[in-house]
């Protein structure tokens, strides 16, 4: 079954990344190139597995449109009333939700300043392929 492992982050998390100030720690360039090591490694190890489908990061909510409405309304990101928006995410064909739980749970041990660090989180969310999964 596949499952959809999500992240997510606010502006402020992108500006911190990129090294803009703000009230937290900035991030430094070893805290980031940590990071993707640590990534690289996650996702090679999930590929190696046959578990990995996909994965992809986004880019920061300042490049986000967001479309709604009749007629539609297109308006830029950020939003004000958003504080975190969806960062990136995997998506994994394993046995059991219980893997996918698993594997999302190894991305507590990515290196990050103490303040993201402790602010992170990820949602599993198995993925639908028919109609008659929706079962609430």
């Known amino acids: 079954m596949k499952y959809m492992i999500l992240t997510y982050a606010s502006q402020r998390d992108y500006d911190e990344m990129a090294g803009k100030p703000g009230d937290a720690p900035v991030w430094t360039a070893e805290d ?9 490694k996650f996702n090679q190890e999930l590929e190696a597995a046959g578990e990995l489908v996909e994965t992809r990061a986004l880019g920061a909510p300042v490049h986000t449109r967001r479309i709604g409405g009749t007629p539609p309304l297109v308006t830029d990101g950020p939003y004000a009333e958003t504080q975190e928006v969806l960062a990136g995410y995997w998506i994994v064909d394993v046995d059991s939700f219980d893997r996918a739980t698993e594997i ?18 990820a949602d599993v969310r198995p993925i639908i392929e ?3 999964e929706i079962g609430l």
């Open 104 to 121: 999302a749970s190894r991305l507590g041990q990515c290196p990050a300043p103490p303040a993201a660090a402790a602010t992170a989180y």
């Open 130 to 132: 028919s109609g008659d």
């Open 32 to 40: 980031f190139a940590a990071m993707g090591e640590f990534m690289t």
